[in-house]
């Protein structure tokens, strides 16, 4: 069977692009910094890498095996695409993209598993305070069942995934569509040393 790791992932202001604004709002009304949560997010990557390193993911036969997909990047953009996308975003110091660009290098695809047009109207409707949550469940809906379907039909039968999604999706980890056609691995947050 399919084996699958699931890393929920922390995104950097950066990597928010027009959700940006709300999310430094946010950190405002809680009382952090962008100084804290970028020390936060420093901490939380240097985590993710170890228990990556440590689930074997870096070693050149696993890593063969190993299909990479990250959140947020279009399930219909192609390798070489991909490949300049991940090496400018691991040079900006995105650490989602430094991890899959090491792990393509050792032998790992990395695949996009998003639509841009559910994340744009997501996102439009997240940020709209007039929308209902009924047409934001919807959305999400959606994306939830293209993820699954991209990650469903990216790995191969002898094959292992890795997921880094966004913490916020919780309908895509938790609603148990991945976990029924995968054999998934002990999750990143149930971690000893975390």
């Not at 084996?3 to 990597?15: K, Q, R």
Request: proline letters at 4%; one cysteine or more; a negative charge.
């Amino acid at each position: 069977m399919r084996g699958l790791y699931i890393v929920p992932i922390f995104h950097s202001i950066e990597d928010m692009h027009t959700l940006a604004p709300a999310a430094v709002k946010q950190l405002k009304e809680m009382g952090w910094t962008e100084e804290r949560y970028n020390k936060f997010l420093c901490e939380f990557w240097r985590r993710v890498e170890w228990f990556l390193r440590e689930a074997g993911l870096f070693m050149g036969m696993i890593a063969s095996r190993l299909h990479v997909f990250l959140d947020g990047l279009s399930r219909d953009t192609d390798s070489d695409r991909i490949q300049q996308i991940i090496s400018v975003l691991a040079e900006d110091n995105s650490p989602m993209c430094s991890i899959a660009l090491e792990l393509q290098r050792l032998g790992a695809q990395v695949h996009g598993m998003d639509d841009p047009a559910l994340i744009e109207d997501l996102a439009s409707k997240v940020k709209d305070p007039e929308v209902d949550a009924s047409a934001v469940l919807e959305v999400m809906k959606k994306r939830t069942q293209i993820v699954v379907d991209s990650v469903d039909s990216g790995v191969p039968e002898d094959g292992i995934g890795l997921v880094f999604i966004g913490i916020e999706n919780r309908d895509i980890i938790n609603s148990g569509k991945l976990q029924t056609k995968f054999n998934v691995y002990k999750p990143f947050w149930q971690s000893e040393n975390l």
